[in-house]
């Protein structure tokens, strides 16, 4: 009996273990659906309570999703082969000079809060005005404008990237487009308790953006064609915190950009659906810029600490292939492939002080003023030559990048608002084939008749959305005249077209 009950003691203790084994991986496998944060970004949460950056961490992510993904050596490999050839070809004069245009497009998602107006900012639908104040920084800090906080240079290195960005101004149906999309989505997971506004949340709170795997679906099913747009999503972002698998702390994180031509594989920066850049939308925008326009004051919903737009210059600038200035450890040995950065063992928060973490380099102080810093917006000024080099040598050589630069996007529309109003039947005269287009929403009624009042075609088109669209093919129909009706909610709308 004795015995019998020692054996009994003993599969108790192993039960026990197993359990405890067993939920060990249990908890391993939660942890690793969201970023692992890096030792920088458990600093920087503790001294700032933000996360400026996650891109380290995303590429990490992709890494574990994609086996195909080559190693950061093996694509710095590429990209030294690369930027050397462009240095060799510039010092030869056989590269001009030329200003480069990237078209983009911001997607503003939010759960169905009314866009922030003057007095009435209160959510993470931000107006027009601090969207666009956005696009005006990157172009100061890109282009070195004299006059901005961008042209400053007060480390004397920097230098003018040569880089313009631009609001698309047709979408990808080759319509009218401000660049500015808004989605109303209600985030697929809503299990974290949201705070009331006042506690944290900035506007009045509401339901967030938890998870790293429902913003890259999100992504995926919002993004326009990254060969021709750069797509940047603003978003209210919440849960728990980055360490416990949440989003609540972080700011922004952006795409790695992808090499070419290595062993077949251009999946270095991950799929090209998720392509792109994310930013908090209380970091998005310039605070500063709210005065310029009088009727948009007091539209802008920003936080206290990192309020000047440059959390997206950073995160571009990884997209454009840069790294942090620390080189990500923590060692003098780091490299963030750019000689002319001084070498840093931590990331900054602020400038006030002087740091040379790495003495021996001769190099002198660390570059707190570089965009890829973690410091105050109001800090940073500077992106180097060979930082300028590297982006350009992506601009130029990397997939969906080098795409943007003969993309569509920054054309003017195929048809105007006013004309899409009244509907637009093209080509006309046509020979076979012709487009209807125009706005339309819910049950659109197509029908064409002949001159004798003789029905030809009639077909029902339902649940449109925003823009209805129709290419007929009547190559069976005599050459002549016809009449197309068009009928949408109280709208009946009449076109002659003339089949040749």
Known sequence: MKLHMNKQKVAFKISLLFAFFCGTVVF???KSKGFKLTEANVRAMQATGFVRCATVEYEKKLSEENSNKVSEEVFESWMSTKVAQLKK???????????????VVIHIVHNGDEINTLGNAKGENISDAQARSQIDILNQDYRRVAGTPGGVNSTGKAVDIEINFVLAKQDPDGLETTGIIRHE???????????????????DGGADWESYADV?????????????????????????????????????FAQFPSNSGLQGIDVIGGSAATDGVVISFHA???????????????????????????????????????????GDTDTCGNDDYCLDTPNATEEHYSCDQTYDTCTND????DMVENYMDYTIDGCMDTFTQNQKDRMLTVLNNSPRRVDLLNSSALNMPLYGSDQLKDFVVDPNPFTDVVKVIGMAEGLVKLSVYDAYGKEMYTENFYDVKKV???????????????????????KRIVKKIIKQ
């Open 28 to 30: 391993s496998q939660k």
């Open 89 to 103: 070809s510039r010092a030869n004069g056989r590269i001009a000079a030329q200003v480069y245009t990237i078209p």
């Open 185 to 203: 989505i209600i985030p697929y997971t809503d299990e974290v308790s949201n705070p009331p506004a006042g506690l944290g949340s900035l506007g």
């Open 216 to 252: 890259q679906k999100m992504k995926r099913e919002t993004q326009w064609d990254p060969t021709k747009y750069l797509n940047i999503w603003t978003i209210r972002m919440g849960g728990e915190t980055l360490e416990d698998d949440g989003l609540s702390d972080l700011l922004g």
């Open 284 to 326: 998005f925008g310039a605070w500063s810029k709210r005065e310029i326009n009088p009727e948009n004051k007091h539209s802008f919903i920003m936080n206290n600490r990192y309020n000047e737009g440059r959390t997206t210059t950073h995160e571009i600038g990884h997209w454009l292939g840069l790294r942090h200035i620390w």
């Open 362 to 365: 001769g190099l002198g102080n």
């Open 468 to 490: 209805f669209s129709k290419e007929l093919d009547f190559n069976q129909l005599a050459s002549g005249i016809y009449i197309v009706l068009i009928q949408n909610e109280e």
